[in-house]
Nanobody
Framework: QVQPVESGGGLVQAGGSLRLSCAAS????????MGWFRQAPGKEREFVARISQSGELIYYSESVKGRFTISRDNAKNTVYLQMNSLKPDDTAVYYCAAARLHPQYDYWGQGTQVTVSS
């Protein structure tokens, strides 16, 4: 089992940066695909980025490509989301999730709020 816990959210001005972390307990972390999702008020949850078990395969949504970077450290059971050039449209609760067999994400964190002011 994997239990993700997100941290690093907060309030930032447009153009600023934040780095989210997701620490995941469990011995199978290194064998799971890890993803970041977000949900803005009144909107459905959407995919942001994902990274393969080894970190070699990475995918981003078009809305964040070129601004966000996902990475993972399997030794620390942690996945990161570096967010640069933030926009007010990036305001959302960001969730970390783990998939034992992609695309089925089995484990979800509680989320961390990111607010970008204009």
């Amino acid at each position: 089992q994997v239990q993700p816990v997100e941290s690093g959210g907060g309030l930032v001005q447009a153009g600023g940066s934040l780095r989210l972390s997701c620490a995941a307990s469990g011995r199978i972390f290194s064998s799971t695909v890890m993803g970041w999702f977000r949900q803005a008020p009144g909107k459905e949850r959407e995919f942001v980025a994902r990274i393969s078990q080894s970190g070699e395969l990475i995918y981003y949504s078009e809305s964040v490509k070129g601004r966000f970077t996902i990475s993972r450290d399997n030794a620390k059971n942690t996945v990161y989301l570096q967010m640069n050039s933030l926009k007010p449209d990036d305001t959302a609760v960001y969730y970390c999730a783990a998939a034992r067999l992609h695309p089925q994400y089995d484990y979800w964190g509680q989320g961390t709020q990111v607010t970008v002011s204009s």
